[in-house]
Each structure stands twice: as structure tokens, then as C-alpha cells.
């Protein structure tokens, strides 16, 4: 069974700009998660998509927003990109949402602001 | 609020036995996940405890104490390949999963 993809794994964007990164959860996963991981912070939340609505979502700014599309396919959009965004976004999926199922994370993509 | 606590970073020796720590305070609790991530390389599946006591995996062990709002993971045999950032993570109910920002393992020869 083939894991989550995610797409681009690398990406160099400047102020200003906004970017688009897509996720392919686990064939049958239906949750797909969202988060921003740097060394300050670890690990934080964005948001989680089920069967294409947003079931949760962390404390971000409006600039980050996503979606899911009816294959499951994910993609979340963050506009006017800042400095602060450089970051690995890492997408997750679960055969079920609300946090009680093991979550598969794809490679995730390295976003760098300059 | 939430809140996770885990050691920043630890060190250990090849051969030896190391135990993480990761001490919580959410709002509910329905499991609490062990992740292991490896420098640049996603998260990975470890562990799930949602009853208390010891949960052994090979040479993997994770404990849960719920009154106490505390866990652990127990690392024997230690091996080079084990040096990664080990990850704690909670649900607290119909939310996402609640990550502690991680401990930093380094196994030294």
C-alpha cells in the first residue's frame, strides 16, 4: 500500500508570494491533517479535513486555509507568505478523524521565505 | 490548555537503556501516541496507550499512568539508528492530536 505523498518536498518562495501544497493520504484514509513543524516549536496543529470539511483547526492566521477534495486529496494554501512561515509542513492521514487513530505522516515539504 | 512537557535532550549509550518522559495536561484524554522522527524524515508510528500500564514492543516499551497525567518510553538495547527526536503526543477527544515538542535522543558509542 503506498504512503502519503505529498507535493512539492522543496519549495523557495519570497515575501509577499503564496504557495500551494498538495497531499495524497493512504488509499481508504479519509482524515487528512495539516501541520507546521519548526525546531522553536515542534509540532503544531493547522487544521484536519474529513470528507472534505474542516473538522478542526489550530491557531493560524486566515493567510493559512486548505481543502480536501473528494478523493481525499488535500491541499492547503498559505498567501502573503512571511518570513516566520519557513517551515516543514507535514500532512497526516488516518482512516478516521478526531485524533483517536494512528496517523501516517507523508515526507513533508520544506518550505523556506526569503 | 494543553500541555505537553518532554525533556528537550537526552543522551544515552549504545547498549544501554534509556527512558523519555512526557508529563501532560489536556482538557480530556483518550490516548496518548509515541512518534519517533529521524533529522528530516517524517514522524513515525511508535506507540498507543489509552489504558494504564506498560505497552512492550519489541524493544520498545511505553507506560501510562492517567491520574498522574504521565508517560514514558523505554528504549533497551540501544542502538545507533535509535538517535532521533522522540515525539509525545495526546488526544483529548473529538480534537486533533495535542504534540509535546519532542526529545532530541543522541546514542553515543
Known amino acids: 500500500k503506498a504512503g502519503v505523498t505529498q507535493t512539492p518536498r522543496y519549495l523557495i518562495k519570497t515575501r509577499g508570494q503564496q504557495v500551494t501544497l498538495s497531499c495524497s493520504p493512504i488509499s481508504g484514509h479519509r482524515s487528512v491533517s495539516w501541520y507546521q513543524q519548526t525546531p522553536g516549536q515542534g509540532l503544531q496543529f493547522l487544521f484536519e479535513?474529513?470528507?472534505?470539511?474542516?473538522?478542526n483547526k489550530g491557531n493560524f492566521p486566515g493567510r493559512f486555509s486548505g481543502r480536501q477534495f473528494s478523493n481525499s486529496r488535500s491541499e492547503m494554501n498559505v498567501s502573503t507568505l512571511e518570513l516566520g512561515d519557513s517551515a516543514l509542513y507535514l500532512c497526516?492521514?488516518?482512516?478516521?478523524?478526531?485524533?483517536?487513530?494512528?496517523?501516517?505522516f507523508g515526507p513533508g515539504t520544506r518550505l523556506t521565505v526569503t | 490548555g494543553q500541555n505537553i512537557d518532554q525533556p528537550t535532550e537526552m543522551t544515552a549509550t549504545e547498549g544501554a537503556i534509556v527512558q523519555i518522559n512526557c508529563t501532560y495536561q489536556t482538557s480530556g484524554f483518550n490516548g496518548l501516541f509515541w512518534y519517533q522522527q529521524h533529522a528530516g524524515e517524517a514522524p513515525t508510528f511508535l506507540s498507543y496507550?489509552?489504558?494504564?500500564g506498560l505497552e512492550e514492543k519489541g524493544r520498545f516499551s511505553s507506560f501510562l499512568s492517567r491520574s498522574k497525567g504521565y508517560s514514558y518510553l523505554l528504549l533497551k538495547e540501544l542502538q545507533m539508528k535509535d538517535s532521533a527526536s522522540y515525539l509525545c503526543a495526546v488526544n483529548s477527544g473529538n480534537t486533533p492530536l495535542v504534540f509535546g515538542k519532542g526529545t532530541r535522543l543522541s546514542v553515543i558509542a
Open positions: 479535513y474529513f470528507s472534505e470539511t474542516q473538522r
Open positions: 497526516a492521514s488516518a482512516l478516521s478523524g478526531g485524533g483517536g487513530y494512528e496517523q501516517y
Open positions: 496507550n489509552v489504558l494504564d
